[in-house]
């Protein structure tokens, strides 16, 4: 229960249950779920260009010559690649930083993957870089930053629009995410 309770999003009375699924599992479910994390360990590791997870050196979205080279879309971590990716719109390339910068816990510049990109988007014919981070404190300073490094490149830099959820009740909402719906705004 200690080691499972250690998972992210895992509390004490969670980890419980899963202790005592995997007790009551048949071995082999638990030697199976055993053989899987031994394996991510050992066979999981970044993507030299982009620094998404991979099986191999280059994970299966820097490999698709269909994906549009001329866009990068920078999001924090790989779990971000999915959220997009899921959508099934972007068919454009990635880059993961692997973080975001935070003054307050010591995360700087040289922390993440931000002179990489820097590095694709001056050797290649990178048109457009697309920045998803996430609206917190973190991911606007990180967006701030990369709009700042970009700026004397020749790729414009976008910021994803940010706002009011589909199906979100304005009133409900709040200044912030009001405010940013509004500056977001288009033509209809």
């Given at each position: 229960?200690q080691e499972l309770e250690k998972l992210p999003g895992i509390g004490p009375r969670t980890a419980?249950?899963?202790?005592?699924?995997?007790?009551?599992?048949?071995?082999?479910?638990?030697?199976?779920?055993?053989?899987?994390?031994?394996?991510?360990?050992?066979?999981?590791?970044?993507?030299?260009?982009?620094?998404?997870?991979?099986?191999?050196?280059?994970?299966?979205?820097?490999?698709?010559?269909?994906?549009?080279?001329?866009?990068?879309?920078?999001?924090?971590?790989?779990?971000?690649?999915?959220?997009?990716?899921?959508?099934?719109?972007?068919?454009?390339?990635?880059?993961?930083?692997?973080?975001?910068?935070?003054?307050?816990?010591?995360?700087?510049?040289?922390?993440?993957?931000?002179?990489?990109?820097?590095?694709?988007?001056?050797?290649?014919?990178?048109?457009?870089?697309?920045?998803?981070?996430?609206?917190?404190?973190?991911?606007?300073?990180?967006?701030?930053?990369?709009?700042?490094?970009?700026?004397?490149?020749?790729?414009?830099?976008?910021?994803?629009?940010?706002?009011?959820?589909?199906?979100g009740e304005l009133d409900y909402a709040d200044d912030i995410t009001i405010a940013r719906a509004?500056?977001?705004?288009?033509?209809?």
């Amino acid at each position: 229960m200690q080691e499972l309770e250690k998972l992210p999003g895992i509390g004490p009375r969670t980890a419980q249950r899963l202790a005592f699924h995997l007790l009551k599992a048949p071995a082999e479910q638990a030697e199976a779920l055993a053989q899987a994390i031994r394996r991510v360990k050992r066979e999981i590791s970044y993507c030299r260009t982009c620094f998404n997870f991979t099986e191999g050196d280059i994970c299966r979205i820097c490999a698709d010559a269909q994906r549009d080279r001329s866009l990068i879309c920078v999001v924090g971590e790989p779990h971000d690649v999915m959220a997009v990716e899921r959508m099934g719109q972007y068919k454009g390339l990635y880059h993961v930083l692997q973080g975001l910068l935070s003054p307050l816990e010591g995360v700087g510049p040289e922390d993440i993957r931000i002179q990489e990109l820097v590095e694709r988007v001056r050797g290649r014919e990178v048109q457009e870089v697309i920045v998803a981070t996430s609206p917190t404190p973190e991911g606007e300073a990180t967006a701030e930053y990369i709009r700042g490094l970009l700026a004397d490149l020749r790729a414009k830099v976008t910021r994803i629009g940010l706002g009011l959820p589909i199906g979100g009740e304005l009133d409900y909402a709040d200044d912030i995410t009001i405010a940013r719906a509004i500056e977001g705004r288009r033509e209809m």
